[in-house]
């Protein structure tokens, strides 16, 4: 059925990559940062609990980094081999945040080779600690890199076309386009929360399983503190992203919110059915706040899908997923900070069995918001690739062997992620927290 139509194939293949690509995307940019702030605890506060976490979360980081680099490189194939189009015209434009990031990454590998060889290898820890720096600075860098070309692909600039032809090439204009901040500080701020809420999914997982070891009573401590700080930042952002898209792409924001009409104090649409006359069911609206939203004011006027053409509006299924990735933000948000208020008071136990329960189920939300994230942005721009330039499906191969392709690259994420799940389970099963620190020395690990 698919065999006909390589351009619906490439999609399909490229959404599956990236979906695949992005968890270990995400949880390599934020693991370093919350090792890193492990790691500074444990030396500021001399307690080996939370040096025992740094040493840990940076075994598992490792395999993640490891399955990272096989998507990460399967994305930089099917660039090439998918969408030729779209790199012939455009890629010395991207050209050189592209490669930038390969040097992010390489300089991150480089330093978190000496890091976790260098364990127990200096007279001071600060020495050891300052070596994981440039780890956090690399995966960051490397986020931002690759982001930037993502940000072009929205709002494409530093160039100009003449008689077909991409030519006065600006590549520094080109990174650094409208889209950019905005995408930027929140791809970077979701890994973060996202990374803060999947580990501390896992302390609160033992803690309901009766593990009473304070460790990860610590851990939860830590990355829930984390989570809150970063949930609130991700809300700010949030709220300028809204801003971005109102100036630059009304029309994703239009079918983000299923705003038909052009008016002044419009309402946001949360939830609902769109029915085939385009009439909204079953949405809770909040009046004023699509304008504030876009403008700082009710009276912001906001441009209605009716004002578009219709074969350059996105498809308008992308309402759910943002709605998605805003609920489970909001969650994210209520949940980390809720945990934060109470253990801050000590009026109550902050470890009780509903919050834990609602912390576990923060991790994989967490995964879920990412990637309607993810959807949202990448099929709100549809259907451009290279929005207001180039089409989708002007850029993608006429191959007729991308079906085959697919069945491959699935069949390798599968093996890839089942690995990964198989390989955690049994580096941490075999080494529980209890033994090592029964075996490095670390008393009063129970309470």
């Not at 492990?38 to 976490?53: C, F, Q, V």
């Not at 994981?132 to 072009?152: E, Q, W």
């Not at 549809?382 to 330039?389: S, T």
Request: charged residues 15%.
């Amino acid at each position: 059925m698919f065999d006909n139509d390589p351009v619906l194939l490439s999609r399909i293949l490229t959404y599956l990559t990236l979906g695949f690509h992005a968890i270990f995307a995400t949880i390599g940019v934020g693991i370093p940062l919350m090792i890193a702030i492990a790691e500074w605890m444990g030396i500021k506060r001399n307690d080996p609990h939370y040096t025992l976490m740094a040493r840990r979360w940076a075994r598992g980081f490792v395999v993640s980094v490891a399955v990272g680099v096989v998507t990460g490189t399967a994305i930089g194939l099917q660039l090439s081999l998918l969408w030729p189009n779209f790199m012939q015209a455009a890629g010395h434009t991207i050209g050189l945040p592209m490669f930038m990031e390969v040097f992010a990454f390489f300089f991150e590998a480089i330093f978190l080779g000496i890091y976790l060889y260098t364990w127990d290898r200096f007279k001071t820890k600060m020495r050891h600690f300052l070596l994981l720096i440039p780890v956090v600075i690399g995966a960051t860098a490397s986020a931002f890199f690759i982001t930037t070309v993502n940000a072009f692909m929205n709002v494409p600039q530093g160039f100009e076309v003449v008689q077909g032809v991409i030519t006065n090439v600006n590549p520094l204009e080109a990174m650094f386009n409208p889209a950019t901040p905005t995408k930027i500080s929140h791809v970077i701020i979701i890994c973060y929360l996202t990374s803060a809420f999947i580990l501390g999914m896992i302390a609160a997982v033992k803690i309901l399983q009766g593990n009473k070891s304070v460790y990860h009573k610590k851990a939860l401590h830590l990355t829930m503190v984390s989570a809150a700080v970063f949930a609130v930042a991700t809300a700010l952002i949030g709220d300028l992203s809204g801003k971005y898209l109102h100036e630059y792409q009304p029309e994703k924001l239009a079918a983000a919110e299923w705003h038909f009409e052009t008016e002044e104090e419009a309402p946001l649409i949360l939830g609902g059915v769109l029915t085939e006359d385009n009439e909204v069911k079953y949405a809770l609206e909040i009046p004023y706040a699509l304008s504030i939203l876009a403008g700082f004011s009710p009276d912001t006027e906001v441009t209605g899908l009716n004002d578009f053409d219709e074969d350059v509006l996105p498809p308008l299924f992308v309402h759910y997923f943002f709605d998605l990735m805003v609920f489970i933000g909001m969650y994210l948000a209520f949940v980390s900070v809720l945990f934060a208020v109470i253990n801050w008071s000590g009026r109550w136990n902050a470890f009780n069995k509903p919050l834990l329960i609602m912390i576990a189920a923060g991790g994989p939300l967490s995964l879920i918001a990412m990637e309607s994230g993810w959807i949202f942005t990448e099929v709100g721009r549809q259907p451009w690739i290279l929005n207001g330039f180039m089409r989708t499906s002007e850029a993608a191969t006429t191959s007729d062997h991308v079906g085959l392709m697919l069945i491959l690259f699935a069949i390798l994420y599968t093996v890839l992620g089942v690995t990964f799940v198989f390989v955690l389970r049994k580096m941490f099963k075999r080494n529980p927290v209890e033994r090592e620190m029964r075996k490095r020395g670390i008393t009063n690990y129970e309470v």
